[in-house]
């Protein structure tokens, strides 16, 4: 795709780049068949290639979005199916967040949702605050019918019955391995994932101590600093991230080192993949970021290279299994999850249209509630279809956008993998269990 880019304009290092990965398009249209707002709307300017020429325009005018543009890439899902499927490579994720942050550095929102965005990256991040947000929300759920768009969405999300909490397992410590140590891990505990379901942690570490694996939670650590991100606001991420790379190094640093960091919520793992890009310009920080995205992995993806051992083999249970997109089009972890399930002895089963997303991506299901509303029921409707006994996938937000929904349980794949080597049945199996 061919730029008019002002030179001026890319003096600025991101706009340079922008540049750069814009006129990597060339127009096929490949990619309208995977967007799910495209898919839903069919409307040019809701699709990946549209989002493209809306992002050229606002770089060439090097000026302040109109409010089409801002609407039209707001509804963007950063699912990145976009970007797993161009056979030419454009590096969708990289503009679409350089485009935010040109919109939230020019653009003026209304009051409202200026407000209630600048409440979520202040309450996500931050595990206290979000508990009492989480539970004043529950409480006001009943109430929910009495108002509209992003409030009323506000009060769905919260899940009915989260075990809500925290968890001894997510202070700073060390869990030693419960056999000859083959690895030592640092483990992000979280900060969403860690209140709605503190049991994810709790299975993951019991996991890898079973094969081997000492688990370090880090002091210091805290959010990734994904949303902040996502709502194009880097800035706002920057203590999140130096804080975690910090922390994780002077692990990584000590006797022993470190053999990867491991995170068992998706989107928190497409994030800090992404460390290394994010302080590509910081000449004291890149090398860091750089070394901590390279020892970042999924649990799936460390589990695949140590193998199941399978002590104990629960009932068989035909799964279906959610791929999150920052699963499988982030980090491109596709099968690794279904191989590991199979070989702790589930049949899984995948969904029709397993590419598309179910409209939870991150905060999208809040700000852009209907559009989320239209991806969750055709999830839903795909994953009934399978008739399957219980949903397992990576990343909380799916989990907690699908669990009121589909009518089965819906639990964390690194559950399953504890159960099926050992562990506990799932909390959401023991509340309902399977016939
Ligand atoms: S598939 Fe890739 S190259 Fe083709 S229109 Fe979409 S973004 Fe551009
Ligand atoms: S990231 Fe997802 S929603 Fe956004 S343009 Fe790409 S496919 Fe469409």
Redesign the pocket.
Known sequence: MRTNIPEAALADRGTLLANDIIR?????????SHCPTYQIRHDENDS??GR?ILMRNMFEEDRAPDAKTVEHLDRCLTCLA?EA????G?Q?SKLIAHGRERIESTYRRPFVPRVIRRMLTVLIPNPRLFTIGFLLGRAARPLRGLLRGTLRAMLEVAPKDARVGSSPVDRPQIFLALSERRARVCMLSGCVQKVLDPAINEATIRLLRRHGVEVVIARGIGCCGAIAEHMGLPEQALPFVKANIDAWLSEADKPGGLDAIIINASGCGTSVKAYGHALRLDPAWKDKATRVSNLAKDITEFMSTLGIQIPHTPRRLRVAYHAACSMQHGQRIVHQPIDLLRAAGYEVVEPPDSFMCCGSAGVYNILQSSLASELKQRKVANIQSMNAEVVASGNIGCMTQLADAVGIPVVHTVELLDWATGGPMPEALRKAPVE
């Open positions: 990597t398009c060339v127009h096929c249209g490949i990619c309208l990946p290639r493209i976009c499927i161009c056979p030419s454009v969708y």
